[in-house]
C-alpha cells in the first residue's frame, strides 16, 4: 500500500480516515491491524479486499494496480474474505455455502462436494455437519464454515474482520491456531483486523492504527 | 448452471415469499388468459364475418355528377334522358381492366339482358291501368327506375326486370316508362358462379323446387314463383325467349328450379308481384351466346369487385378512374355496412384490450412493488455474493431466473385456470355467432334447393355432399365453433409473452438495485 488515504464521500476534504497508510503484506505470514473503533480498520480492509475503490494512493498486489484489475475476479480468486459476523447464506447449509464459493470463483476442481468436505475437517468441522443449515451451527462452527468457505478457491490472502469477535476465548484460539497454520504452513498471507490483545499476541506482525488528533 | 442451481435453492428455501409472488402472477395470468381468449374469439367472429362479407367495391351511376351536368346544359327533360341513355355502360373488358388491379383479391359480374318470352305472361298488375280510368298508369320497366336508361340495374335489389307501381299522373312520365318496357318483359340475369348469386346467398331468393344448376354452361334457369304460377310451368318444363330486336331469333332455357323471393326482403306492399317476378334466373354463358348472334342487344353488367384491404378502396378508385371509368361513374363500397355490423363485437374486443392492459398495468405494478420489498429483505444475501466476487450481471441473472421460474409456474397455472374460464365466457360470446352461422349455412343451401334433395345411393358423391362444396362465403362453422382453440398454442404463447414481460420489467427493479448496492454498505448495516 503507497500512500493510501481514504475520506467517506460525505466527508469534509480533510477528513480521512486513513491518511497516508505505507504497508507491505507478505506471503507465510500472520498479521494483525490494531486499533480502537473509529480507527479505519475495517475500512483498510475493504480497500484490500477491492470493496471499496474511491481512495487516493495505490495499492498493490503483485505488482498490479488494485485499480486496475477486475475486482470481483480478484475477489473470488485471490482473496478470501472472514467477517466476525459470519455472513454465510442462510438458506443454505455449511456444504452448499462453501461449494457455491467453488462455483462462483470457477476453481478447478474435480468434486465439489468432496473438496467442500475435506475443508470443513480441516477447520475442525465434523462431515455430519455438512448439510445443517447454518443458522443452526453456533457461532464457533459458523465462523469455520466462513474460513472453509474463504479457502475454497484456494486463494493467497485471507483477510479476516474482527473473526473471533463473537467467540469465547477457547474457540478463539482454535481460529487462531487455523489461521497460523494457513499462514505458516499453508504459505498464505493472513490479515487479522483486531483489537483482542489474544489476537495480537499470536501474530507475526501488528500495524496498528491511530486516530488523528 | 451454478446460477440456475442456486435460484432453485433460493425458491424452494423461500416458499412464502415465492408463493405470494405465484399468486400474484396466477391471478394476472388468468385475466390475461380470459382477456386473450375474448379477443381471440371477439377477432374469430369478426374475421367469419368478414370472410361472409368481404369489403367489395362496385360500378354505379354517380347520378349526382349526372344531374349538376344537366342542370348546367339547361337540357329539357327529353333531351335529358336522350343524353342519359347516351351514357355508354360498362363493358366486361373495362371489368377485366379493373380487376387486374393489386388492390382486387377476387371479383365477380352478372350480365343482365332484357329479352321477351314466348307464349310467356309476364307477372305485371298493369291490369290496374285497363281499369282505372283516371291517368295513373303502373307498368313494367326493364330496370326499375326512369332513370337509368337501361344502362345500370339498380344495386342491391333484384338484378332485372321489376314491376314498379309508381303511379304517375303526367303524360310525359307515362311516356317514359312505356319507352323502357319496350326493351323487354323479361328480364335475363347470368351469373358465374354460386358464390356470385349473392340474392341466393343473402337469403333473398330462396329455390322452393328444382335446384339452381351446377352447370353454368347449360341452357338452364330458375324462374319465379309468381311467373310459374301465372303460366303453370314446371321444373323441366322449357321457356323460349325472344330477341326484342328480332322476334325470330328465339332461344330455349329448361327450367331447373323456382324461386321465391323473400317476403321480408321484397316489402313493396303496393304491387301484386315482387321484384324479381320477371327474372329469369340463368348463367353468363347463356347470355353472351345470345349477345354473340346479335349484336344490337344491349347487356347491363353489374361487376362486384373484392378488395384485399378496405384501407385499399380509395387507391383502387383512383386506380379504377386514371383506368378511364367515366366521371358519370362511381365506385361504391360496402365498409360503412361492415363497420355498422361489426361495430358491437369491436366493442367487446376494446373491452378485454382494455382489461388486458389494466391488468398488465397492475400486475407489473405489484410485482415491481413485491420485488422492491424482496430485493430489500434479501439485501444481506447480496452483500454476500458479492462480497466472495459474484459479478452484479450474474447476480442480476439469477433473480431474473428465480422470478421467471415462479412467473412459469403461476402463468401455467393461470393459463389451465384461465382457459377453463375463458371457454365459458368464449362460449357465451360465439353461441349466438355459431347458432347464427350454422343457421345460415342451413339456410343458404335450402336457397339452392339442393339440401331437398334426398341422397342419392347410387351416386358416388350425394348431392347435400356437393353443395357443402361451396362456402357460399360463409365462414367454416368449426373454425367459429372451435371451443378448444380459445386458449390455443398462440394464446400461451403470448401468455409466455406476458411473463417474460412481466418478469423483465420486475426484475429492472432487482437489477437496479443491485447495480447500486455497495457490499461493503449492506454488511455494515447487517454488522
Not at chain 1, 457455491?100 to 476453481?107: A, E, F, N, R
Not at chain 1, 465439489?112 to 468441522?125: D, N, P, R, T
Not at chain 2, 411473463?499 to 443491485?514: D, Y
Request: hydrophobic share 35%; charged share 25%.
Amino acid at each position: 500500500m503507497k500512500d493510501v488515504s481514504y475520506r467517506y464521500s460525505d466527508a469534509k476534504k480533510d477528513e480521512y480516515v486513513l491518511k497516508n497508510i505505507n504497508y507491505g503484506f507478505n506471503l507465510g505470514k500472520l498479521y494483525a491491524i490494531k486499533g480502537k473503533s473509529g480507527s479505519g480498520k475495517t475500512t483498510l480492509l475493504s480497500l484490500i479486499s477491492g470493496l471499496e475503490k474511491k481512495y487516493e494512493g495505490t495499492i498493490l498486489y503483485n505488482s498490479k494496480n488494485l485499480k486496475k484489475m477486475n475486482l470481483d475476479t480478484y475477489r473470488n480468486t485471490d482473496i478470501g474474505i472472514v467477517f466476525q459476523s459470519y455472513n454465510l447464506l442462510p438458506h443454505l447449509n455449511a456444504l452448499e455455502n462453501i461449494v457455491l464459493s467453488m462455483d462462483i470463483s470457477k476453481v478447478k476442481v474435480k468434486n465439489k462436494k468432496e473438496k467442500a468436505i475435506e475443508l470443513m475437517k480441516s477447520v475442525g468441522l465434523s462431515e455430519n455437519l455438512a448439510k445443517r443449515r447454518v443458522l443452526k451451527l453456533s457461532g464457533g462452527e459458523q465462523q469455520r464454515v466462513a474460513i472453509a468457505r474463504s479457502l475454497s478457491y484456494n486463494p493467497k490472502i485471507i483477510l479476516a474482520d474482527e473473526p473471533t469477535g463473537n467467540l469465547d476465548k477457547e474457540t478463539e484460539d482454535e481460529i487462531l491456531d487455523i489461521f497460523a497454520r494457513l499462514a505458516h504452513e499453508e504459505n498464505k498471507c493472513v490479515i487479522i483486523v483486531t483489537h483482542s490483545a489474544n489476537v495480537c499476541n499470536r501474530v507475526d506482525e501488528i500495524y496498528e492504527l491511530k486516530k488523528e488528533k | 448452471m451454478y446460477i440456475f442451481k442456486n435460484a432453485w435453492k433460493s425458491i424452494i428455501r423461500n416458499k412464502g415469499r415465492n408463493i405470494l409472488i405465484a399468486i400474484i402472477i396466477i391471478v394476472v395470468s388468468t385475466s390475461c388468459a380470459v382477456s386473450l381468449a375474448i379477443l381471440k374469439s371477439a377477432n374469430n367472429i369478426v374475421d367469419a364475418y368478414n370472410s361472409k362479407n368481404p369489403i367489395e367495391a362496385s360500378i354505379s351511376m354517380n347520378r349526382e355528377v349526372l344531374i349538376t351536368k344537366l342542370r348546367e346544359d339547361n337540357k329539357t327533360q327529353e333531351e335529358m334522358i336522350n343524353s342519359f341513355n347516351d351514357i355508354k355502360g360498362i363493358t366486361e373488358e373495362e371489368i377485366i381492366n379493373y380487376a387486374t388491379s393489386d388492390y382486387i383479391k377476387d371479383y365477380y359480374y352478372t350480365y343482365t339482358l332484357g329479352v321477351d318470352a314466348k307464349d310467356l305472361t309476364e307477372a305485371t298488375d298493369s291490369l290496374v291501368k285497363e281499369t282505372t280510368e283516371v291517368k295513373t298508369e303502373t307498368s313494367t320497366s326493364s330496370w326499375g327506375s326512369p332513370f337509368n336508361g337501361g344502362k345500370m340495374p339498380p344495386r342491391g335489389g333484384n338484378m332485372g326486370g321489376r314491376t314498379t307501381s309508381k303511379k304517375t299522373t303526367t303524360t310525359t312520365t307515362e311516356k317514359i316508362f312505356n319507352e323502357k318496357a319496350q326493351n323487354g318483359a323479361f328480364t335475363l340475369v347470368g351469373y358465374n358462379s354460386y358464390e356470385d348469386m349473392k340474392e341466393f346467398v343473402n337469403g333473398e331468393y330462396i329455390i322452393t323446387e328444382g335446384n339452381v344448376s351446377e352447370d353454368f354452361n347449360s341452357s338452364s334457369c330458375v324462374i319465379s314463383e309468381e311467373l310459374s304460377t301465372l303460366n303453370k310451368l314446371e321444373v323441366g318444363d322449357k321457356i323460349t325467349v325472344i330477341d326484342t330486336n328480332n322476334t325470330k331469333k328465339t332461344y330455349e332455357l329448361t327450367i331447373t328450379g323456382i324461386y321465391k323471393e323473400n317476403t321480408e326482403s321484397s316489402n313493396d306492399m303496393t304491387t301484386m308481384f315482387s321484384n324479381s317476378a320477371n327474372n329469369i334466373i340463368t348463367n353468363v354463358n347463356f347470355i353472351k351466346k345470345m349477345l354473340d348472334k346479335n349484336t344490337n342487344l344491349t347487356e347491363n353488367i353489374t361487376p362486384t369487385f373484392i378488395l384485399k384491404d378496405k384501407d385499399d378502396i380509395e387507391e383502387f378508385s383512383k386506380e379504377v378512374e386514371s383506368k378511364g371509368l367515366s366521371e358519370y361513374y362511381m365506385v361504391t363500397n360496402n365498409i360503412e355496412e361492415i363497420e355498422a355490423a361489426t361495430k358491437s363485437i369491436n366493442n367487446v374486443k376494446t373491452f378485454a384490450t382494455t382489461f388486458l392492459i389494466i391488468t398488465l398495468l397492475i400486475g407489473g405494478i405489484v410485482l415491481m412493488v413485491i420485488n422492491m420489498i424482496n430485493i430489500r429483505e434479501r439485501k444481506y444475501e447480496i452483500g454476500v455474493l458479492r462480497t466472495i466476487g459474484m459479478k452484479k450481471s450474474k447476480l442480476s441473472l439469477q433473480f431474473v431466473f428465480e422470478l421467471l421460474i415462479v412467473c412459469i409456474v403461476g402463468l401455467s397455472l393461470g393459463a389451465v385456470i384461465g382457459s377453463l374460464t375463458s371457454v365459458k365466457v368464449a362460449n357465451k360470446l360465439l353461441e349466438s355467432e355459431i347458432k347464427n352461422t350454422s343457421e345460415e349455412y342451413n339456410n343458404i343451401s335450402k336457397n339452392f334447393g339442393i339440401e331437398n334433395k334426398e341422397p342419392d345411393e347410387n351416386k358416388e358423391e350425394p348431392e347435400v355432399e356437393k353443395v357443402n362444396r361451396y362456402n357460399f362465403g360463409v365462414a367454416n362453422i368449426n373454425e367459429v365453433n372451435s371451443i378448444e382453440a380459445v386458449v390455443d398454442i398462440k394464446v400461451l404463447l403470448e401468455l409466455l409473452g406476458i411473463g417474460v414481460f412481466l418478469t423483465l420489467i420486475s426484475s429492472l427493479v432487482s437489477m437496479i438495485s443491485i447495480s447500486r448496492f455497495s457490499p461493503l454498505t449492506i454488511l455494515k448495516e447487517r454488522s
